[in-house]
């Protein structure tokens, strides 16, 4: 299975605030994701990392609040933007390997709680 | 990407088949049915995926009816380590389609 490792594991926020979530992957990745998963729900697609271009968000999700970086095929970046309570939730990579079973893999995810 | 519906919630003793149904009756046909589970505060975790025949893996089976409106994940001998919420999700295509996840089903294993 892909190693994914996300930084940091846990944060708590002040309203108004930025974070930015690290995502790594042990090996290069053509397709890389961001989901949200907000307390007792199930987990909701934000965007798709594009490597070298923009990323391609989901209905409901804007590149103002949520930029994202991908920079190489190991690596990307979420940022949460200006930061309110109803952001508190999981934020969690994954990604599909380029060779091997066809199935996506999931990072271990980002508590985020926003105070 | 077709809608599934599935139960909120399920029990199954420790030891026995735990079978978590799975509704998809506007599947196209070219939709694969993809299983995921998700252990309490962990990532999700693939299972099995299946487009027509039925499919079979050291975690769990995957039983399609013929019509492929419907399908089944079998866990022949649930443990408590396999509490945990079910996802069944189709999805056109296999390799890079994204994942678009529903309510799912919350097993509970009970000794």
């Known amino acids: 299975s892909a190693v994914i490792s996300q930084k940091p594991s846990r944060d708590i926020c002040q309203r108004g605030t930025s974070l930015t979530i690290q995502c790594q992957v042990d090996?290069?990745?053509?397709?890389m994701f961001w989901y949200r998963q907000q307390p007792g729900q199930s987990l909701t697609l934000i965007a798709t990392a594009n490597q070298g271009s923009e990323a391609t968000y989901e209905s409901g999700f804007v590149i103002d609040k949520f930029p994202i970086s991908r920079p190489n095929l190991t690596f990307s970046t979420l940022t949460v933007s200006n930061m309110s309570p109803e952001d508190s939730s999981i934020y969690l990579c994954s990604v599909y390997r380029d060779r091997g079973p066809n199935e996506q893999f999931f990072g271990p995810g980002t508590r985020l709680t926003v105070l | 990407d077709a809608k599934t519906t599935q139960p909120t919630s399920m029990d199954c003793a420790e030891g026995r088949a735990a079978n978590l149904p799975c509704n998809h009756s506007t599947i196209s046909g070219n939709e694969y049915v993809y299983w995921y589970r998700q252990i309490h505060s962990q990532g999700p975790q693939y299972i099995i995926h299946g487009l027509k025949n039925n499919e079979t893996n050291e975690m769990a089976s995957l039983i399609i009816t013929e019509d492929r409106k419907s399908s089944t994940l079998i866990l022949p001998h649930a443990t408590l380590r396999d509490t945990a919420v079910y996802y069944c999700i189709v999805r056109v295509g296999i390799y890079g389609n994204k994942l678009v996840f529903g309510a799912g089903t919350i097993l509970r294993v009970k000794s």
């Open positions: 090996s290069q990745v053509t397709m």
